[in-house]
């Protein structure tokens, strides 16, 4: 992106202002009731551990028809310097800008301005947020600004069954495919050296199907298959004021899991060397914490598999080899207490889905959608095996998926063309 897109009078303050240590970016959208804590918190983060630098805070807004942007701008800031900086009316960002699309737009124009700025580091945070505390700034910028890292990626711990999808797909597979173990932790804020903020404003990347469906999985993914300096940051708990946490499941997982398999073919080449995986540094306490309870409904889930065996098998048949339906189709017959479908069926499924989307055997869209019903059977069998262990023993299990998915990978390699 290039700055030409911002306003002149943008164009002209950053200008004014030259250069800076550290940006931190804020994308919002009619957040009036949340933004001023998120803005005084980042604040007052700053100046206790970033009290000699030259810190600028900026606001990059999709059309807001509420207060916040006169709350910004009155916001009682102790850093010198804020930004508010108004995206260009599109479709894109005043109609959905909580949707991923305007969301890519505004963390795009916050990355080039962290460029223009030649700003040592970067974080960008929600502005939603109920949960940021000034240990956030000192979490996601030291690492980049004393240890040199290039992406600080947020990690939180949340309830045991909370994140599946991450834990059952895009966690354990991006483990297997770049040999690192970041874990997918969406929202909250994560930090960016200025270089890399750099490189990633002014990528072409940024008009495609991966960006835009799941721009977390893209910047985890890109740096790690870079060669990028990752490490994570502990941040606690991560709670928003608007997020949607009944949004269609097929929806999320034909954005997630199509980003991470998009995203393989782009760095095929960097993958299919990776024989094993090694952990990335993590920064701050693992907090203990008392979660949310999360509603779990495994007989539906478990019907909704049998749903799906009964009206998209033709989908399957294409999918799966032989071998793989020959043990799916009992799981038909079974009660729920009895249904169980293994880690290892599971993985090669997943796999099968993903030289499927590769070969363009099926509209994607559709492939990834069939592959819902699969998802929420390997889910109703992860809880059944689980439910009655705490948070270690689900980190446990975790942690096996993990193993069987890199054990497998050679079938992934063996198929792949």
């Avoid at 991470?260 to 990776?274: G, K, T």
Wanted: aromatic share 8%; glycine share 6%.
């Amino acid at each position: 992106m290039t700055l030409d897109l911002l306003s002149r009078d943008v164009q002209g303050r950053l200008s004014e202002i030259g250069t800076a240590d550290i940006l931190v970016g804020v994308p919002s959208y009619n957040n009036a009731k949340t933004i001023e804590r998120v803005m005084l918190t980042v604040d007052r983060g700053l100046v206790e551990y970033f009290p000699d630098a030259r810190c600028v805070i900026a606001v990059c807004d999709g059309g807001s028809q509420d207060e916040t942007r006169a709350i910004v701008e009155r916001a009682a800031l102790k850093t010198p310097i804020r930004l508010f900086v108004p995206l260009p009316p599109s479709p894109r960002t005043v109609a959905s800008y909580q949707g991923a699309a305007a969301m890519v737009e505004a963390v795009r124009a916050l990355l080039a301005i962290g460029a223009a700025l030649q700003a040592q580091a970067c974080a960008v945070i929600d502005a939603d947020l109920l949960s940021i505390t000034p240990g956030w700034m000192d979490l996601l910028i030291r690492p980049i600004r004393d240890e040199r890292f290039e992406y600080v990626a947020p990690l939180s711990r949340r309830h045991k069954y909370d994140g599946s999808l991450s834990n059952g797909v895009v966690y354990p597979l991006t483990r297997a495919l770049y040999g690192k173990r970041a874990r997918q932790a969406p929202g909250g804020g994560y930090g960016v050296a200025g270089a890399r903020a750099a490189a990633w404003s002014a990528d072409t990347e940024w008009e495609s199907g991966a960006v835009r469906q799941g721009l977390d999985i893209w910047m985890l993914t890109s740096a790690l298959a870079e060669g990028a300096r990752v490490c994570q940051a502990y941040l606690g708990p991560v709670l928003h004021e608007s997020r949607d946490s009944k949004a269609d499941l097929s929806a999320q997982l034909t954005r997630a899991v199509g980003a991470v398999f998009m995203l393989m073919e782009r760095y095929q080449a960097e993958w299919q060397s990776v024989t094993a995986s090694v952990p990335v540094p993590v920064f701050g306490p693992p907090f203990e914490m008392e979660t949310a309870p999360v509603a779990i409904n495994v007989a539906r889930m478990v019907k909704a598999f049998k749903q799906g065996l009964r009206d998209l098998l033709p989908i399957w048949e294409v999918v799966l080899p032989y071998d793989t339906l020959s043990e799916l189709l009992p799981l038909g017959g079974l009660e729920t207490e009895e249904f169980r479908l293994s880690a290892q069926l599971w993985v090669q499924i997943v796999y099968d889905f993903a030289l499927a989307y590769h070969e363009r055997l099926l509209h994607r869209e559709h492939l990834l959608k069939a592959m819902t019903p699969l998802y929420l059977g390997w889910t109703a069998s992860f809880v059944l095996d689980t439910k009655d262990g705490g948070q270690a023993e689900v980190e446990q299990a975790v942690e096996a998926l993990c193993a069987t998915y890199e054990a497998t990978k050679p079938y992934l390699l063996e198929r792949w063309r």
